[in-house]
T-cell receptor, first 114, second 110 residues
Framework: DTGVSQNPRHKITKRGQNVTFRCDPI?????LYWYRQTLGQGPEFLTY????????KSRLLSDRFSAERPKGSFSTLEIQRTEQGDSAMYLC????????????FGEGSWLTVV | RKEVEQDPGPFNVPEGATVAFNCTYS??????FFWYRQDCRKEPKLLMS???SGNEDGRFTAQLNRASQYISLLIRDSKLSDSATYLC???????????FGKGTSLLVTP
């Protein structure tokens, strides 16, 4: 499968624990995005990388959230001290330059904070 | 005011019906426009891009009105398999983030 891959697909964690999600984009794609989606809402933009540079962060990305893309390939999204409000599907997407090219999403990582 | 607004529905239509979804966006400088489809508990998938001249893909027709900041999607001859949530998506600024509406839910019934 050469699509966007996300792991783990499902994570249940206790409030206050840290969680990390991994995203492997389509191999030649230099742009990588993280989105969050809660029930009944559309995906909300969290952050964007072009190669290894994090070029944009949403105000939704509080200081408990950090994302990295160290070698311009895979990316991780870490949530520290999880809260129940963090329960959502975390979607990773990738695309090629230029802007306007199709963005392809992974299947998402479901987080439940109990 | 949200940046991308859609009627959430649900739209319940019989097979074979024609259904239209509308979407408005707030930023007149928006560059790119799309409709994505999302099945229950799945990832969004691109349905079609939307161009100023309007574009058609089989039973699906998308229209863009920049003056009114309005996007539409028309589905003709609805199939059961068209049941999904349809997300209006706008690229607002310099080309990074896509901004999604909440989605419009469609249920096509036999």
């Amino acid at each position: 499968d050469t699509g966007v891959s996300q792991n783990p697909r499902h994570k249940i964690t206790k409030r206050g624990q840290n969680v990390t999600f991994r995203c492997d984009p389509i191999s030649e794609h230099n742009r990588l995005y993280w989105y969050r989606q809660t029930l009944g809402q559309g995906p909300e933009f969290l952050t964007y990388f072009q190669n290894e540079a994090q070029l944009e962060k949403s105000r939704l990305l509080s200081d408990r959230f950090s994302a990295e893309r160290p070698k311009g390939s895979f990316s991780t999204l870490e949530i520290q001290r999880t809260e129940q409000g963090d329960s959502a599907m975390y979607l990773c997407a990738s695309s090629l330059e230029p802007s306007g090219n199709t963005i392809y999403f992974g299947e998402g990582s479901w987080l439940t904070v109990v | 005011r949200k940046e991308v607004e859609q009627d959430p529905g649900p739209f319940n239509v019989p097979e074979g019906a024609t259904v239209a979804f509308n979407c408005t966006y707030s930023n007149s400088a928006s560059q790119s426009f799309f409709w994505y489809r999302q099945d229950c508990r799945k990832e969004p998938k691109l349905l079609m891009s939307v161009y100023s001249s309007g574009n058609e893909d089989g039973r699906f027709t998308a229209q863009l009105n920049r003056a009114s900041q309005y996007i539409s999607l028309l589905i003709r001859d609805s199939k059961l398999s068209d049941s999904a949530t349809y997300l209006c998506v706008v690229n607002m600024n310099s080309g990074y983030a896509l901004n999604f509406g909440k989605g419009t839910s469609l249920l096509v019934t036999p």
